[in-house]
């Protein structure tokens, strides 16, 4: 049994100015997670997301791949019960 979950996850290295934001987006719609990612200061990608365990869990693993362009050193991942109900997954500006 799945249960939902809301994932809270940051993502360093060289994910920024690299479509980071765009290939989270792209990867979340395709599994069915919802949520929103957006670049902070220092250079660090931050998203939440919720969705089935199973499906965060492949999401997470895409996240830690990257796309092309992106290193990924680190991804930091706390786990909670789902929370806000997003309908999308949204980029942040």
């Known amino acids: 049994m ?3 979950y809301q994932a809270k996850i ?10 980071f934001r765009a290939f ?3 990867k979340a719609t395709e599994l069915g997670v919802t949520g929103w ?3 902070e200061t220092g250079g660090a990608v931050y998203l ?3 969705g089935e365990k199973s499906k965060l869990d492949l999401f997470i693993d895409k996240l830690k791949q990257g796309p092309e362009r ?17 309908t999308h997954f949204d980029i942040r500006y």
């Open 2 to 4: 799945n249960s939902n």
């Open 10 to 19: 940051r993502v360093k290295g060289k994910v920024q100015g690299v479509w």
């Open 24 to 26: 989270t987006r792209e």
């Open 37 to 39: 990612v957006q670049n």
């Open 48 to 50: 939440e997301a919720n």
């Open 70 to 86: 992106s290193v990924v050193d680190d991804v930091e991942v706390e786990w909670e019960p789902a929370g806000d109900n997003w």
